[in-house]
């Protein structure tokens, strides 16, 4: 913007200069002659130059318009060129015509044309003869003008050169075409709203040659013009206003309006009439000097004939513009009407109601669609008073509501509150009370009344389901938080967790399971104290806050009693079942915060699960403490593979009729770098727990595998290796492949191996366990029974598993000796074995008296310290080539060593 300016200001400086030369005949009449000529010849050719560069700027019809008018400034500047070369340089006297009289007249069509082309608003066809009556009357007037100033004085001279007269004539008609076109477009161009200051410039321009180009002619007619007067100043000042308009900045982009705002535009109009008049009052004072004029009368004749022309489109307009004002008043009408119908519509329709209450609150509109969300019709409830319709218990609320709002015009409050229903009872209802008191239209307190009944109801039911269990209706987990949150009280929790509960999930199914913990629920229930929560948390954990003075001691009266009621049967799908609970008992009196409080809860009821289920334990800070030893115990225990922690020990197999060795049960062991030898019942827990017993149970498998074909290498025997598979083995991996698969990696013969496992495995996943076993079967494995007794397998399962073994678990071998009861206990284990085809293995062996008794009863082999006690590999070696010695009452009267064969 700056740079234009500029330019402004240099091209204003250059004119002036050239206007105080060319006036004051500064430097001489040869000088101001060479002067005019070379500078308007530049001023053209320049102008030119940037019209043509203003169109590589603009697009479309805009581009081709600057064309044009680029087009005729540089025909000028031709002409112009032509008319210096002859007079300034070949200083001859330029005749009238000549080739510049081609080129300057060809100014005229090239820039009309181009102004023809600048892109306008797309008129209608009114506007499109009333654009064509307007631009007749335009060039009408312009052409009596000169007619009176130019035309009719240059016919009557009677000049001896016709064409030199008829040439001249041509520049004051040409003129009057191109200043006709450029107020035309003009018109147009303001009447569409487009910028119209660039072609304001051109007709300036437009109109300051036509003036020097009549004053050319009438100084040529008389013979006294000459080249560097005072007429070159409106070519060189027109060109210039040429310049300035191709170099002002691009307009903004066209945007059509409509005819109204068309018509809005009073220059569009008033420049016709204002031609008109003009040339109307010229034509008068001729007429009172001169006389009648012929061409004049028809001219003026005509020129009436347009104006009633123009009036008739202006009537026909008029006409045109009140009907559609008129369409468009009854559009808007009918516009307005159907709102007002679809408002009432939706009003009368809606799911809410809507009424209009006077200060007093007497209601002065309700709509009908109150009827079908209370009952109550629009009539019945139109005249009274909003306090009274509403009821008691709902009139101070609403009052209160009111208060907030009356003062402040659109305030508006929302309130929920019980409304009667007409049937009876009352429904949840949302009201939004706005204070349009001071709008005229409306007068009042406008209330809009949602039903939200059903809404409430739903929340409710979310909320409670949100909060309690859906099983046996006890308090979620969320809101046992909530309530231990917000206890005042001393407070002390219970964690319950069933014992057996998951054996009976597996065995009898969900559905039983579930009957099972409803009737769980209610003995809890039955059991606590009034104000006491009981929570499922899931599964078969249960939770009991206790909130007094003396939680503590009411938390193990608590825990007292549902010990008691879980003792007794549970009746489920006719059985009777028996299923304890473990108990952990915390205070918060030991924990700083609820997190806290329901870890040392959840550690005191595992340890009431350790000691044996069916009972609770109070929380003590050691159980913290034997929580952070498991837990590193646990970290090391999964380096421990990675260091090479673990070692067998094997303890021998004894052959009851023979005395000899016929195997060995390999037992792992832990060399912990700081706690020693760590025995087993310390980290198989935790190596179950934590799905670390599948490389642990492996690596065990292929160790003894290994040192039993390390044994028998080179020798005929057949060493039978034991080793113990957990059950949590049977989920982490399919056991027949890995059997096989170590069985191939170690060479071990695979019916020299036995897997020992307890009847858990029985009880857990029976089909899929049985599964396993087969195809571990089929591989020609020995499966045994370990501490058969001690848990809950039937006769039935024994049958359906196919079990080689059964291993006596060394609690009835340490009864023996004593009463006869545990002897038969025993005895039947024996004949049990033997009546199924099953091989039977006495564990735990203390004492001769228990060799002796288990070797009447023919059982088949023997195992425990009395014999030897696991032993590191070298050493199991040393006594597999030794034998075993013990007092000669074990075996016979003959022997005091018996050596294995």
């Given at each position: 913007?700056?740079?234009?300016?500029?330019?402004?200001?240099?091209?204003?400086?250059?004119?002036?200069?050239?206007?105080?030369?060319?006036?004051?005949?500064?430097?001489?009449?040869?000088?101001?002659?060479?002067?005019?000529?070379?500078?308007?010849?530049?001023?053209?050719?320049?102008?030119?130059?940037?019209?043509?560069?203003?169109?590589?700027?603009?697009?479309?019809?805009?581009?081709?318009?600057?064309?044009?008018?680029?087009?005729?400034?540089?025909?000028?500047?031709?002409?112009?060129?032509?008319?210096?070369?002859?007079?300034?340089?070949?200083?001859?006297?330029?005749?009238?015509?000549?080739?510049?009289?081609?080129?300057?007249?060809?100014?005229?069509?090239?820039?009309?044309?181009?102004?023809?082309?600048?892109?306008?608003?797309?008129?209608?066809?009114?506007?499109?003869?009333?654009?064509?009556?307007?631009?007749?009357?335009?060039?009408?007037?312009?052409?009596?003008?000169?007619?009176?100033?130019?035309?009719?004085?240059?016919?009557?001279?009677?000049?001896?050169?016709?064409?030199?007269?008829?040439?001249?004539?041509?520049?004051?008609?040409?003129?009057?075409?191109?200043?006709?076109?450029?107020?035309?477009?003009?018109?147009?161009?303001?009447?569409?709203?487009?910028?119209?200051?660039?072609?304001?410039?051109?007709?300036?321009?437009?109109?300051?040659?036509?003036?020097?180009?009549?004053?050319?002619?009438?100084?040529?007619?008389?013979?006294?013009?000459?080249?560097?007067?005072?007429?070159?100043?409106?070519?060189?000042?027109?060109?210039?206003?040429?310049?300035?308009?191709?170099?002002?900045?691009?307009?903004?982009?066209?945007?059509?309006?409509?005819?109204?705002?068309?018509?809005?535009?009073?220059?569009?109009?008033?420049?016709?009439?204002?031609?008109?008049?003009?040339?109307?009052?010229?034509?008068v004072v001729e007429y009172a000097v001169t006389g009648p004029d012929a061409f004049v009368t028809w001219t003026r004749s005509a020129l009436i004939l347009l104006i009633v022309c123009r009036q008739i489109l202006t009537l026909l307009e008029n006409r045109a513009l009140r009907k559609r004002l008129e369409d468009r008043v009854a559009g808007r009408t009918a516009e307005l009407q159907a709102r007002e119908n679809r408002f009432r519509a939706l009003v009368q329709q809606s799911s809410d109601s809507v009424a209009?209450?006077?200060?007093?609150?007497?209601?002065?509109?309700?709509?009908?669609?109150?009827?079908?969300?209370?009952?109550?019709?629009?009539?019945?409830?139109?005249?009274?008073?909003?306090?009274?319709?509403?009821?008691?218990?709902?009139?101070?609320?609403?009052?209160?509501?009111?208060?907030?709002?009356?003062?402040?015009?659109?305030?508006?409050?929302?309130?929920?509150?019980?409304?009667?229903?007409?049937?009876?009872?009352?429904?949840?209802?949302?009201?939004?009370?706005?204070?349009?008191?001071?709008?005229?239209?409306?007068?009042?307190?406008?209330?809009?009344?949602?039903?939200?009944?059903?809404?409430?109801?739903?929340?409710?039911?979310?909320?409670?389901?949100?909060?309690?269990?859906?099983?046996?209706?006890?308090?979620?987990?969320?809101?046992?938080?909530?309530?231990?949150?917000?206890?005042?009280?001393?407070?002390?929790?219970?964690?319950?967790?069933?014992?057996?509960?998951?054996?009976?999930?597996?065995?009898?199914?969900?559905?039983?399971?579930?009957?099972?913990?409803?009737?769980?629920?209610?003995?809890?229930?039955?059991?606590?104290?009034?104000?006491?929560?009981?929570?499922?948390?899931?599964?078969?954990?249960?939770?009991?806050?206790?909130?007094?003075?003396?939680?503590?001691?009411?938390?193990?009266?608590?825990?007292?009693?549902?010990?008691?009621?879980?003792?007794?049967?549970?009746?489920?799908?006719?059985?009777?079942?028996?299923?304890?609970?473990?108990?952990?008992?915390?205070?918060?009196?030991?924990?700083?915060?609820?997190?806290?409080?329901?870890?040392?809860?959840?550690?005191?009821?595992?340890?009431?699960?350790?000691?044996?289920?069916?009972?609770?334990?109070?929380?003590?800070?050691?159980?913290?403490?034997?929580?952070?030893?498991?837990?590193?115990?646990?970290?090391?225990?999964?380096?421990?593979?990675?260091?090479?922690?673990?070692?067998?020990?094997?303890?021998?197999?004894?052959?009851?009729?023979?005395?000899?060795?016929?195997?060995?049960?390999?037992?792992?062991?832990?060399?912990?770098?700081?706690?020693?030898?760590?025995?087993?019942?310390?980290?198989?827990?935790?190596?179950?727990?934590?799905?670390?017993?599948?490389?642990?149970?492996?690596?065990?498998?292929?160790?003894?595998?290994?040192?039993?074909?390390?044994?028998?290498?080179?020798?005929?025997?057949?060493?039978?290796?034991?080793?113990?598979?957990?059950?949590?083995?049977?989920?982490?991996?399919?056991?027949?492949?890995?059997?096989?698969?170590?069985?191939?990696?170690?060479?071990?013969?695979?019916?020299?191996?036995?897997?020992?496992?307890?009847?858990?495995?029985?009880?857990?996943?029976?089909?899929?366990?049985?599964?396993?076993?087969?195809?571990?079967?089929?591989?020609?494995?020995?499966?045994?029974?370990?501490?058969?007794?001690?848990?809950?397998?039937?006769?039935?399962?024994?049958?359906?598993?196919?079990?080689?073994?059964?291993?006596?678990?060394?609690?009835?071998?340490?009864?023996?000796?004593?009463?006869?009861?545990?002897?038969?206990?025993?005895?039947?284990?024996?004949?049990?074995?033997?009546?199924?085809?099953?091989?039977?293995?006495?564990?735990?062996?203390?004492?001769?008296?228990?060799?002796?008794?288990?070797?009447?009863?023919?059982?088949?082999?023997?195992?425990?310290?009395?014999?030897?006690?696991?032993?590191?590999?070298?050493?199991?070696?040393?006594?597999?080539?030794?034998?075993?010695?013990?007092?000669?009452?074990?075996?016979?009267?003959?022997?005091?060593?018996?050596?294995?064969?």
């Amino acid at each position: 913007m700056a740079v234009r300016r500029t330019e402004t200001v240099l091209i204003l400086a250059l004119f002036s200069a050239a206007a105080i030369c060319l006036t004051t005949g500064l430097g001489g009449e040869i000088f101001t002659r060479d002067l005019s000529n070379i500078a308007i010849t530049l001023a053209a050719a320049v102008a030119g130059i940037a019209c043509l560069g203003n169109a590589i700027t603009r697009p479309g019809r805009m581009r081709w318009a600057w064309i044009g008018i680029g087009l005729g400034s540089l025909s000028y500047a031709l002409g112009e060129g032509v008319w210096t070369y002859g007079e300034t340089f070949r200083h001859l006297e330029m005749p009238v015509p000549s080739l510049a009289d081609l080129f300057y007249l060809g100014t005229v069509p090239l820039t009309a044309a181009g102004l023809l082309l600048v892109p306008v608003a797309r008129p209608t066809m009114a506007n499109r003869f009333r654009s064509i009556v307007d631009g007749l009357m335009i060039a009408a007037s312009l052409l009596l003008i000169s007619w009176i100033f130019v035309l009719n004085p240059l016919l009557r001279t009677g000049a001896d050169d016709q064409a030199g007269r008829y040439v001249l004539l041509a520049y004051p008609v040409s003129d009057v075409v191109l200043i006709t076109v450029v107020l035309h477009m003009l018109a147009l161009l303001r009447r569409g709203g487009q910028d119209w200051v660039p072609f304001t410039l051109v007709g300036a321009a437009a109109t300051l040659l036509g003036v020097s180009d009549s004053a050319f002619t009438f100084a040529g007619l008389a013979g006294g013009y000459r080249s560097g007067g005072v007429i070159d100043l409106g070519w060189l000042a027109g060109f210039m206003l040429v310049l300035l308009a191709a170099r002002r900045p691009e307009p903004p982009a066209i945007v059509e309006h409509g005819d109204d705002q068309a018509d809005q535009q009073p220059f569009a109009m008033v420049v016709p009439y204002a031609a008109v008049v003009v040339a109307l009052l010229i034509s008068v004072v001729e007429y009172a000097v001169t006389g009648p004029d012929a061409f004049v009368t028809w001219t003026r004749s005509a020129l009436i004939l347009l104006i009633v022309c123009r009036q008739i489109l202006t009537l026909l307009e008029n006409r045109a513009l009140r009907k559609r004002l008129e369409d468009r008043v009854a559009g808007r009408t009918a516009e307005l009407q159907a709102r007002e119908n679809r408002f009432r519509a939706l009003v009368q329709q809606s799911s809410d109601s809507v009424a209009v209450i006077d200060r007093d609150t007497t209601i002065r509109y309700q709509s009908e669609s109150v009827e079908r969300i209370f009952g109550f019709t629009a009539d019945e409830l139109v005249g009274v008073r909003l306090k009274d319709a509403v009821g008691r218990r709902t009139k101070a609320q609403l009052e209160a509501a009111i208060d907030a709002v009356l003062q402040r015009p659109l305030a508006t409050v929302v309130v929920e509150t019980m409304l009667p229903h007409k049937a009876g009872g009352r429904r949840h209802a949302e009201v939004t009370i706005t204070n349009l008191l001071h709008d005229p239209t409306v007068n009042g307190l406008v209330l809009n009344t949602r039903n939200i009944h059903e809404a409430k109801v739903l929340q409710d039911q979310l909320v409670h389901e949100a909060y309690h269990d859906t099983l046996t209706g006890l308090a979620s987990r969320a809101l046992f938080r909530e309530e231990l949150d917000s206890a005042v009280d001393e407070v002390a929790i219970l964690f319950l967790d069933l014992d057996g509960f998951k054996e009976v999930n597996d065995s009898l199914g969900h559905a039983a399971g579930d009957t099972l913990l409803t009737q769980v629920a209610d003995r809890l229930r039955a059991s606590v104290r009034d104000g006491d929560t009981v929570a499922r948390f899931g599964g078969d954990e249960f939770a009991v806050l206790v909130d007094s003075v003396t939680a503590m001691a009411d938390a193990t009266t608590v825990a007292g009693r549902i010990i008691a009621a879980m003792a007794q049967p549970f009746p489920v799908g006719g059985r009777e079942l028996h299923v304890g609970a473990s108990i952990g008992i915390a205070s918060a009196a030991d924990a700083g915060d609820i997190q806290q409080l329901q870890r040392n809860a959840d550690l005191a009821m595992y340890k009431a699960k350790a000691a044996g289920g069916s009972g609770f334990a109070v929380y003590d800070p050691a159980m913290h403490d034997k929580l952070v030893e498991r837990l590193e115990l646990e970290a090391d225990l999964r380096r421990a593979l990675e260091r090479d922690e673990m070692t067998l020990h094997y303890q021998p197999t004894v052959e009851m009729a023979t005395g000899q060795i016929t195997g060995f049960e390999a037992l792992v062991r832990w060399r912990h770098p700081v706690r020693g030898i760590v025995s087993p019942l310390e980290f198989i827990g935790i190596a179950e727990a934590t799905g670390l017993i599948g490389p642990l149970g492996r690596w065990v498998l292929a160790e003894a595998c290994r040192q039993a074909v390390a044994w028998g290498a080179g020798t005929t025997r057949r060493l039978k290796m034991a080793v113990n598979v957990s059950v949590r083995q049977f989920d982490h991996c399919d056991l027949a492949e890995l059997v096989a698969e170590v069985l191939a990696e170690t060479g071990m013969p695979a019916d020299q191996l036995c897997l020992e496992m307890t009847e858990s495995v029985l009880l857990t996943e029976t089909d899929e366990n049985l599964a396993q076993l087969q195809r571990v079967k089929a591989l020609g494995v020995t499966l045994a029974m370990d501490d058969f007794g001690t848990g809950y397998s039937s006769l039935a399962y024994l049958r359906r598993f196919p079990m080689d073994v059964l291993k006596i678990d060394r609690s009835f071998v340490d009864r023996l000796g004593g009463d006869d009861e545990d002897a038969a206990l025993v005895r039947t284990i024996v004949r049990l074995g033997q009546s199924l085809g099953m091989q039977t293995v006495a564990e735990g062996i203390e004492n001769v008296v228990q060799l002796s008794a288990l070797r009447e009863m023919e059982c088949d082999f023997a195992q425990g310290y009395y014999l030897s006690k696991p032993l590191p590999a070298p050493e199991a070696g040393a006594i597999l080539a030794t034998g075993i010695r013990t007092p000669i009452a074990a075996w016979d009267a003959s022997s005091l060593v018996l050596n294995q064969a």
